[in-house]
């Protein structure tokens, strides 16, 4: 049994049932040590880890080994460093002793957990992010001198964590010796609860307030956490005293973060705080082209806008990816329109613009919704007028029946008194062409799709 693929599959998994931070502090330096019998031992990097999994995830993680064994297994978990983490515990603090010169800035951005693909150059700039995009360039090139802290903050997939990787992988292609340290919120209160459970506070202090560049994502985690923003406090005093650069982000601004204590929250406001808008149809377009070069795939740009259109989360259009991608291989198809509408149907009904939907929308919820937006009265959307305020409202309802629904063109021509195929298909192409260019045409698509998935 191929034991590293097993338990890759099984993180994967894991991955996408549980949180963020949650996966990197609790899983993703986890190892299957072996495999015999139905009994799975499962290594950890440090006695905490191993009793926090254990306590709180071992029904999870029994479940998803289960499918993939199909098995009734049985776990153990040990503690198992890494050969590499033993030689960081044996000489001390993890920013004690120099790196090697000879490291590149990529092995030094993996063993400080920097993603090496979030970069400047892979970072799509519009309007919505350009004010956050100048201050972390400004930040790389002059660290601790401009915008010191550097708060980022905004939504789920603006682009926050991409701009913090993308000053660390700069600073690190610089400064191969710079004393970095990167970790999530989550990651920070843990590693305090470890330092007070093992008596390790003096190396806990040393790691923290040594750094010259601190970077901390999701930092919202430890408000309401008195021992945590404590320590916060005095490590950031230490790293900004001595010309330390910080870099924080959040889901919302300073002064939005409840039980944030006030100390804090003056010194996140003494640097600059930047807010990331959601991305716009341009924006989205770019992102698309990005991570489809990334990933080797040919996107026409009339399916990129498409897709734009129809998927406003960054994380959806992802997902969207990787799903065309399988599709395209296993059909053997050339990626465009016809290949990507279906799926941006099939997509929708789970969690593309509108969230978790809990059942299946109706025609008639269609129609009524339609309605109320553009205020025509939906005997008028199924009667005979042609003119332009009916016209189009018809061939919204006509995109969304064929795009959300996944309706034939025979039974969306039914539901408007019996119109010929062919004009509902003149429809849905009508308004598919219109969304790349028209943004009064997205925000009214987009719109009616919120409050038609708010409902069900």
Same mark, same amino acid.
């Given at each position: 049994?191929?034991?590293?693929?097993?338990?890759?599959?099984?993180?994967?998994?894991?991955?996408?049932?549980?949180?963020?931070?949650?996966?990197?502090?609790?899983?993703?330096?986890?190892?299957?040590?072996?495999?015999?019998?139905?009994?799975?031992?499962?290594?950890?990097?440090?006695?905490?880890?191993?009793?926090?999994?254990?306590?709180?995830?071992?029904?999870?993680?029994?479940?998803?080994?289960?499918?993939?064994?199909?098995?009734?297994?049985?776990?153990?978990?040990?503690?198992?460093?890494?050969?590499?983490?033993?030689?960081?515990?044996?000489?001390?603090?993890?920013?004690?002793?120099?790196?090697?010169?000879?490291?590149?800035?990529?092995?030094?951005?993996?063993?400080?957990?920097?993603?090496?693909?979030?970069? *400047?150059?892979?970072?799509?700039?519009?309007?919505?992010?350009?004010?956050?995009?100048?201050?972390?360039?400004?930040?790389?090139?002059?660290?601790?001198?401009?915008?010191?802290?550097?708060?980022?903050?905004?939504?789920?997939?603006?682009?926050?964590?991409?701009?913090?990787?993308?000053?660390?992988?700069?600073?690190?292609?610089?400064?191969?010796?710079?004393?970095?340290?990167?970790?999530?919120?989550?990651?920070?209160?843990?590693?305090?609860?470890?330092?007070?459970?093992?008596?390790?506070?003096?190396?806990?202090?040393?790691?923290?307030?040594?750094?010259?560049?601190? *970077?901390?994502?999701? /930092?919202?985690?430890?408000?309401?956490?008195?021992?945590?923003?404590?320590?916060?406090?005095?490590?950031?005093?230490?790293?900004?005293?001595? =010309?330390?650069?910080?870099?924080?982000?959040?889901?919302?601004? +300073?002064?939005?973060?409840?039980?944030?204590?006030?100390?804090?929250?003056?010194?996140?406001?003494?640097?600059?705080?930047?807010?990331?808008?959601?991305?716009?149809?341009?924006?989205?377009?770019?992102?698309?082209?990005?991570?489809?070069?990334?990933? =080797?795939?040919?996107?026409? +740009?009339?399916?990129?806008?498409?897709?734009?259109?129809?998927?406003?989360?960054?994380?959806?259009?992802?997902?969207?990816?990787?799903?065309?991608?399988?599709?395209?291989?296993?059909?053997?198809?050339?990626?465009?329109?016809?290949?990507?509408?279906?799926?941006?149907?099939?997509?929708?009904?789970?969690?593309?613009?509108?969230?978790? #939907?809990?059942? #299946?929308?109706?025609?008639?919820? /269609?129609?009524?919704?339609?309605?109320?937006?553009?205020? /025509?009265?939906?005997?008028?959307?199924?009667?005979?007028?042609?003119?332009?305020?009916?016209?189009?409202?018809?061939?919204?309802?006509?995109?969304?029946?064929?795009?959300?629904?996944?309706?034939?063109?025979?039974?969306?021509? =039914?539901?408007?008194?019996?119109?010929?195929?062919?004009?509902?298909?003149?429809?849905?192409?009508?308004?598919?062409?219109?969304?790349?260019?028209?943004?009064?045409?997205?925000?009214?698509?987009?719109?009616?799709?919120?409050?038609?998935?708010? #409902?069900?």
């Amino acid at each position: 049994m191929d034991l590293e693929k097993l338990w890759k599959s099984v993180l994967s998994e894991i991955e996408l049932s549980v949180s963020k931070a949650t996966y990197q502090t609790h899983f993703a330096h986890t190892r299957l040590l072996s495999y015999d019998a139905g009994v799975a031992t499962v290594g950890f990097p440090n006695p905490l880890m191993r009793t926090l999994v254990e306590t709180r995830y071992y029904s999870l993680l029994k479940s998803v080994l289960d499918h993939h064994t199909k098995e009734n297994t049985s776990l153990v978990f040990v503690v198992s460093p890494k050969k590499e983490e033993l030689a960081e515990d044996q000489a001390g603090p993890l920013f004690s002793s120099v790196p090697e010169p000879t490291f590149s800035a990529a092995s030094l951005a993996k063993r400080f957990h920097i993603n090496t693909d979030f970069t *400047f150059e892979s970072f799509a700039v519009s309007t919505t992010n350009q004010m956050a995009y100048a201050a972390a360039t400004a930040v790389s090139k002059g660290p601790g001198t401009s915008y010191n802290p550097l708060f980022l903050y905004g939504g789920v997939g603006v682009g926050k964590t991409h701009l913090m990787h993308a000053i660390a992988n700069a600073v690190l292609s610089q400064k191969p010796n710079a004393r970095l340290v990167y970790c999530m919120g989550e990651e920070f209160l843990n590693d305090i609860i470890e330092a007070i459970q093992t008596k390790t506070a003096r190396q806990f202090k040393q790691r923290y307030r040594s750094a010259q560049f601190l *970077f901390v994502d999701d /930092v919202q985690f430890i408000a309401g956490k008195q021992t945590a923003q404590e320590e916060f406090f005095h490590t950031f005093n230490a790293v900004h005293r001595e =010309g330390g650069q910080i870099v924080l982000t959040s889901d919302r601004s +300073p002064t939005e973060i409840s039980k944030l204590e006030d100390r804090l929250r003056s010194r996140f406001e003494g640097g600059l705080a930047v807010d990331i808008a959601n991305p716009d149809f341009e924006l989205r377009t770019a992102i698309i082209n990005i991570k489809a070069h990334a990933m =080797g795939l040919n996107i026409p +740009p009339d399916a990129a806008q498409l897709i734009a259109a129809n998927l406003t989360d960054t994380r959806a259009i992802e997902g969207f990816l990787r799903r065309l991608a399988t599709e395209a291989s296993m059909k053997k198809a050339p990626i465009d329109q016809a290949l990507v509408a279906p799926l941006l149907s099939i997509k929708n009904k789970g969690n593309g613009t509108g969230g978790n #939907r809990g059942r #299946r929308v109706s025609p008639q919820e /269609v129609l009524t919704a339609v309605s109320a937006f553009f205020g /025509v009265k939906q005997t008028t959307l199924k009667g005979p007028k042609r003119d332009r305020p009916v016209a189009r409202p018809r061939q919204v309802f006509m995109y969304l029946c064929r795009v959300e629904l996944g309706l034939t063109h025979n039974d969306i021509g =039914g539901l408007l008194g019996g119109r010929d195929h062919t004009t509902v298909m003149h429809g849905v192409e009508t308004i598919t062409r219109e969304l790349t260019t028209n943004e009064r045409l997205r925000e009214a698509v987009v719109g009616i799709k919120q409050d038609l998935w708010a #409902r069900a």
